[in-house]
């Protein structure tokens, strides 16, 4: 999804990177009437006000990615930011609202790979009980530029797909598996 060099400062009202353990930064103030918010209050247990009747809504957070291919290798990026500082896994980061989610997938791997790509398909919609990131992965394939690491990555890595490493994100196995299978 998205890797910034500081992922965080280009994501103020989100968590700093795709896949679990990020924190919400939580709003403890009605923003309607500014009495205190109370947790549990709204119908589905959301944190909400008694004094005006708002209940606050949190809502998903949506990231994409993109399996590429190259020269029958699949590249990946080292992160140089956290979570999952120094792991690998395939370019990807948050869509920001209103840009098309293909279009997001290739910017990431443009911004952290050097390398533009298209998109052949999707290969999955990946959720977690709990985690607030949705994750929409694609196939592509390398159609220009050169494998370069971004201002988001130590470095890109070519690997053989029977020979991956450890991958960052808890979908990452299931995501390549699709990838595979496909
Ligand atoms: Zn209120």
């Known amino acids: 999804m998205t890797g910034p060099a500081d992922e965080?400062?280009?994501e103020a009202d989100g968590?700093?990177?795709p896949g679990p353990g990020h924190q919400h930064l939580e709003q403890r103030f009605c923003p309607q009437c500014a009495a205190e918010l109370v947790a549990g209050w709204g119908p589905g247990g959301q944190p909400g006000c008694p004094?005006?009747?708002y209940v606050r809504f949190d809502n998903p957070k949506v990231a994409t990615g993109v399996v590429?291919?190259?020269e029958g290798k699949v590249l990946l990026v080292r992160r140089n930011h956290e979570p999952m500082m120094g792991r690998w896994t395939f370019p990807s980061g948050f869509v920001d609202a209103g840009e098309v989610v293909e279009d997001a997938a290739r910017r990431e791997?443009?911004?952290?790979a050097g390398v533009e790509v298209e998109l052949d398909r999707i290969l999955g919609v990946y959720s977690a009980e709990g985690d607030p990131v949705v994750f929409i992965a694609y196939a592509g394939r390398v159609v220009g530029g050169a494998p370069e690491a971004g201002e988001e990555a130590y470095e890109v890595g070519l690997f053989a797909p029977d020979d991956l490493p450890?991958?960052?994100?808890?979908?990452?196995?299931?995501?390549i598996e699709a990838w595979r299978t496909g």
Do not use: N
């Open 109 to 112: 791997a443009f911004e952290e």
């Open 51 to 53: 004094a005006c009747g």
């Open 166 to 175: 450890d991958l960052a994100f808890q979908h990452d196995p299931a995501i």
């Open 8 to 10: 965080a400062a280009s």
């Open 15 to 17: 968590p700093a990177g």
């Open 68 to 70: 590429v291919e190259h």
